[in-house]
Structure formats: C-alpha cells, structure tokens
C-alpha cells in the first residue's frame, strides 16, 4: 500500500519527454525526484526557462515538495533555486478542466496582473457560496490563510471551478471558522502587497524570490513566506503524454 509510481518528464517544443518512470516506497521519493530532476534538465534548450511541476494526487498537494534539497551534495531548496508549483493530478487528467483553464489562461494573457481573491479563516461563506464567486468574478488568482486539509470544501471549489492559480500557507491556521485576525490573516495582507501588479505567467518566478527572501531572513520560520504553496495550473506549458499512466503521482 505505500508503493507508488513515479515519473520524471521533461516538456520541450510542446512536447513532453519521459526522463524516468519508477514504482517505488513513497520513502524513496524524495531521493528519485532529485536525480531524475538533473537528468531532466539534459532534455532542456540551454535558454530555456526552467519550472518544476509536481503533478500530484489531490491529497499530497500540501507535501513540502519546495523545501526538498536539490541534491545530496546541495541543501539548496528546490524552491530557492528553481521557480517551483504543484498541480492537481485530478484537473491534468481532466478534458473538460483543461479546456476551461486553457480559456481561462487566454483571458489571463490579456491582463497586466490579476487581482487576488482572498479566501479569510474569518468568514462564513459557504463552499457553494466560494465556487458562484470565484466564477462569477472570473478568478485568476485565489489565495487561501489556511492548508488544505483544515478546509477541504473551500479548497476543492477553487479547484473545481476551476481558478488556474491558487496559494496557501502550508502551515496556516488549523481552524479557520474562528472570527478575528490570524496567521493567516497575516499570511494574505503579505501575499497581496507581493503578487499585486505581477503578471499571471510571471508568478512562479515571483513566488521563488519569496521563497528565498524568506530563506534568508533572520527569522526564517517566522516569515509569513516561508510555506507558500503555489499551485499554477496552465494546461498550454505541460502537454499530456500520449497515453495517461495510471499512477499515483507524476
């Protein structure tokens, strides 16, 4: 039960060249990732603009894969050196999510910047209430004060609407139907000033300065960037392969 597979591709000239495909412990991922990370990076054009996309199942999207160390012989997180986003594995393998986050994207393409909607511990707004806003106000960017799993409901309308980029603070607040300002709170005020005026396609780059702004901060655990989760979901940069693997995780 905790074997899972694995895969490492690289996406070049639209399309998407398979590097290494394993099945292995869910403990031997990590070390894997990092390998098949380098080899990956042969696949590449010498200018191209690097991004790592972790293509996971719903339930690892909180997984601290930014914080992973580039290697054995380099502590680098992989978020302070490369921009780094996840994505559901639910909407890659869905037709009909990926044809409205690739009308969403074009939408995107013609904005300077997108302005973020803001999901608070501090209000009451119901799940069904989230998924008719955030459609209605053409979301690009949601950002949410607390992980996934302290409010799954909210988290999944964002997915399902679908919104192509969502954020959140792996560590936030573990309560989120309190009244009053939070970490989370927190965490929101510092994530608009951040992304506000940044193009959508620009904000995994932006995102990975934060990351090491908060690396290298005198307080490190104590910067409200230092578990930004960044889900960045743009259906045109990572081509399906021609036959979907039923594995786990990509």
Do not use: I
């Not at 309190?178 to 927190?186: F, I, L, Q, S, V």
């Amino acid at each position: 039960p905790d074997q899972v597979t694995v895969e490492v591709s690289a996406c070049r000239d639209g399309r998407r060249r398979r590097v290494e495909s394993r099945r292995l412990p869910r403990g031997a991922v990590r070390e894997f990732v990092q390998l098949g990370v380098d080899a990956a990076f042969d696949h590449l054009a010498p200018d191209a603009r690097e991004m790592l996309a972790f293509v996971l199942p719903r339930e690892w999207l909180n997984e601290p894969v930014a914080h992973w160390e580039c290697g054995p012989e380099d502590s680098t997180p992989l978020g302070c050196a490369h921009p780094v986003v996840v994505m559901d594995r639910s909407r890659y393998r869905s037709g009909r999510l990926r044809h409205q986050l690739t009308k969403n994207w074009q939408r995107l393409d013609a904005r300077t910047a997108a302005p973020l909607h803001r999901v608070d511990c501090g209000g009451h707004e119901r799940p069904a209430g989230l998924r008719k806003r955030l459609r209605d106000e053409g979301a690009g960017l949601a950002g949410f004060s607390c992980p996934p799993d302290a409010a799954r409901p909210h988290f999944e309308a964002g997915l399902n609407t679908p919104v192509p980029v969502l954020l959140w603070p792996r560590t936030g607040c573990a309560a989120p139907g309190h009244d009053g300002p939070c970490a989370g709170t927190a965490f929101l005020d510092g994530l608009a000033d951040a992304v506000t005026g940044v193009p959508p396609a620009e904000l995994p780059r932006r995102v990975m300065e934060l990351r090491e702004t908060a690396e290298a901060d005198d307080d490190p655990d104590g910067h409200w960037a230092k578990d930004v989760q960044l889900l960045w979901d743009d259906p045109r940069c990572f081509p399906q392969p021609a036959a979907g693997l039923h594995s786990p995780v990509h």
